[in-house]
């Protein structure tokens, strides 16, 4: 039992020691907001968007839709629109669950910008914020 303890207490140091390093080494910062969150950032013109979505008919208004894959392989499409977003305004990312080393915000954040994950479209639909046909 004292070898469990001990081997638990270990793996917590090297836990906190890897948090520390990767957070002091400029890595992506992800922020959590609500839809609502996003949606009052949108409105007073401080965040921008994004619906990382493949294939959807619907999707949050005013979202620029540009799917992770394509961010990812920098599609040429998608470069030209990403290369148009301001680096003063918050990318607000919403799709499929995202964390910190997902290669779409690890891309991003090597672009410059500041990222927030809102949660899904569905999260978006819940609270009853616009939405609009994908063009």
Avoid at 20 to 48: H, Q, W
């Amino acid at each position: 039992m004292w070898h469990t303890v001990k081997h638990n207490s270990t793996l917590f140091i090297l836990y906190i020691f890897l948090l520390v390093l990767t957070s002091c080494n400029g890595g992506p910062e992800l922020k959590i907001v609500t839809p609502l969150e996003a949606y009052g950032m949108v409105r007073n013109d401080f965040g921008v968007l994004v619906d990382l979505r493949l294939d959807s008919k619907l999707i949050a208004q005013g979202a620029l839709l540009l799917p992770a894959s394509k961010i990812v392989a920098q599609d040429s499409s998608v470069v030209k629109i990403i290369n148009k977003i301001s680096k003063q305004k918050t990318v607000l990312l919403y799709g499929d669950k995202l964390s910190i080393d997902t290669p779409v915000v690890v891309k991003l954040h090597d672009l410059g910008f500041q990222l927030a994950y809102l949660g899904t479209f569905t999260d978006w639909e819940k609270a009853k914020l616009p939405t609009a046909l994908r063009r």
